[in-house]
């Protein structure tokens, strides 16, 4: 097979994890024969910096041209802390979804066994749990109206969907449920939000067509409580793009850390690849990032992007070797892990190589 | 001291578990001497029922009319699906939050220690943990322009703020965070929305005002993620509407159940004070509810509306001794409790009250 693969490093930890994460690809390539090419470009703070735009043309041209894309994470401290500031890191990774019509985002929250006491919830609670998030991404109020009135005293954010864009995304999530568990739950805010109720008519709808599947629908506070009380009960969740943002990182505490969950996000034409773990500036640059979601991220990749089914599983059993040998970087450790196994973000992703 | 209290019970398990408040309320009138007088409003599914409103004027007037209010819990299953009722049990609650200027909704996170291991988080995770949330309450895209287009295939809700709106609850959350554990977080998500944006400048520059208190700013994806992962380092939370109704939600979990927290909404006039758990139709009338979140609203109205602290201590105090002797209601026992301790609604007030 014959891939050609965009690799977009972004801001803070994402050229170290990404660099791993491009590693294991090559690694795959020449042990399972296949040829995966590469070219890499800027986004976020990186583009804004080396040519005033977040995502610049040549990225988004080589984007287009690419079988996939895997991205490392974005954003700066410097414009969190200032609210007025017109250009900002995030608007590339906002922009680069919508022209790619990237607008199924697939987190799954797998829990490697071994990780089972790195977490705040006790083991009885997660042991076994298994879920699929489809977050919608390309819609809702993170690309509806912005407005600041004249005198900046008000400012609004208009809430919008659409009913294709429910449909979409809907119908991706129960081909999923159908052959995962048959469980899916779509979490909207109906009691409130017209968005919501529009998108829990759309979900009603397209559940008849999936008899199959047991469709729940749960209000966004109750689905962020449910999921730490028992996360068990979840099979595929479907949710709109903000509330997805807030329960796919409160969900990441069941994985132990974002340290370990990737992502995937489809559409209409190239698969982007990405942790679900932000830039973490504070940890930057000194070689203690997990580099696990990156490689993770390659693994979704091969199965989605490229139908590489054995060549994923190859990448998870090697990551789960790894952890039952009992090394962890330090978002993954715990009181009883061993402290000469505790790896920097180079030796851990050596480890996975070898 | 003699006050006027209006008992809205509402929907669902409202109407059991007010009944316990109520009782307490009185219990302590008697013992302290005050004179609490009382009078009963319809509201939710109840109003709609009864008057075709989900708040009748008449439950309005004599809102504006008492000392307080205690209300129950809001909804029904039957609108939850059907997204296209147009008259629906929560606009009673939404405008009476507007109507009475509730705007900022304060819910405290306490932890009974006998309730350590009712929650699906570790011991050491939880123990010490104590937040106090400010969640702001008729602003935000609760209460922005819904639209649906005339073909039903979009739907919107503005999200917007005005700066005077986050002035006055940050004002109200700092004032608190000074005399609590001086550190105040508060939740936005200025990296992509505008709202979130204002919301951050405000808090910045009211925070120079309150150089003894440590202002962070928190993605609502992170503080998400961060309740989960180490409740311990939040002291002041403040949010937004529709952010706090998600996290206040996931961190009850933090104080083992639902049944256990109480919530006072104030602003310009009455305040008006409610449990957090919501009309759990699948219990209703079963005897099951637990009321002692019902129990601690009023203790909260005690202690802000009326300024009784040592009331409002006594009916922490009586709960702290119904649960070190063991008693429990179904959603905070756990596979240790005596099951001849398990107690249905009525039982528990009763041991409250004694
Ligand atoms: C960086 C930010 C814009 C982004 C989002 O909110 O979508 C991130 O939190 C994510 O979840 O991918
Ligand atoms: C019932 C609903 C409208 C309400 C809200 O979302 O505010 C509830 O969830 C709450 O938190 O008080």
Redesign the interface.
């Known amino acids: 097979m014959t891939k050609h693969i965009l690799v977009i490093p972004g801001d803070g930890i994402g050229p170290e994890v990404t660099t791993w994460g491009k590693a294991v690809l090559e690694k795959i390539g020449q042990s399972y024969g296949h040829e995966f090419t590469f070219d890499e470009a800027l986004m976020g703070h990186a583009g804004i910096e080396a040519t005033g735009s977040p995502l610049p043309d040549e990225t988004l041209e080589k984007a287009k041209a690419s079988d996939a894309i895997l991205f490392g994470a974005i954003?700066h401290i410097k414009?969190?802390?200032d609210?007025?500031a017109k250009v900002?890191p995030?608007q590339g990774l906002?922009k680069i979804r919508k022209e790619l019509g990237l607008y199924a985002n697939l987190r799954p929250i797998m829990l490697f066994d071994e990780l089972l006491d790195a977490s705040?919830?006790?083991p009885e609670?997660l042991k076994g749990t298994d879920i699929l998030f489809f977050r919608e991404l390309t819609g809702d109020?993170?690309f509806?109206e912005?407005?600041?009135s004249e005198d900046?005293?008000?400012?609004?954010?208009?809430?919008?969907?659409?009913?294709?864009e429910v449909e979409r995304i809907a119908t991706k999530a129960f081909e999923a449920a159908r052959v995962r568990g048959k469980r899916l739950c779509s979490v909207d805010?109906?009691?409130?939000?017209?968005?919501?109720?529009?998108w829990?008519?759309v979900v009603?709808e397209l559940a008849k067509q999936y008899p199959d599947v047991e469709t729940e629908?749960m209000f966004?506070?109750?689905a962020?409580?449910q999921?730490?009380?028992?996360p068990k009960k979840f099979d595929v969740v479907l949710t709109a793009n903000?509330?997805g943002?807030?329960?796919?990182?409160?969900a990441?505490?069941i994985a132990g850390s974002?340290g370990m969950l990737a992502s995937a996000s489809i559409g209409d034409g190239t698969g982007f690849f990405e942790p679900i773990h932000?830039s973490a500036h504070d940890i930057a640059g000194q070689d203690k990032a997990n580099p696990l979601a990156s490689i993770l991220s390659v693994a979704l990749m091969l199965e989605i992007s490229f139908g590489l089914k054995d060549e994923a599983k190859a990448i998870t059993t090697a990551i789960d070797k790894v952890l039952k040998e009992g090394f962890r970087t330090g978002d993954i450790a715990d009181a009883n892990t061993d402290k000469s196994k505790i790896l920097g973000t180079t030796a851990m992703g050596q480890k996975v190589l070898e």
Chains 1, 2 share one sequence.
């Not at 805010?189 to 529009?198: D, I």
């Not at 999921?227 to 028992?230: A, E, M, P, S, T």
């Not at 943002?245 to 409160?250: M, N, P």
């Open positions: 954003g414009y969190d802390n609210p007025s900002r995030e906002l705040s919830l006790k609670i109020v993170y509806g912005k407005k600041r900046r005293n008000t400012a609004s954010d208009l809430m919008i969907y659409h009913r294709y805010k109906a009691n409130v939000l017209e968005a919501s109720r529009l829990r008519e009603q629908h966004i506070d109750n962020a409580m999921l730490v009380k028992n903000l509330f943002d807030i329960l796919t990182d409160e990441s505490q974002m932000g």
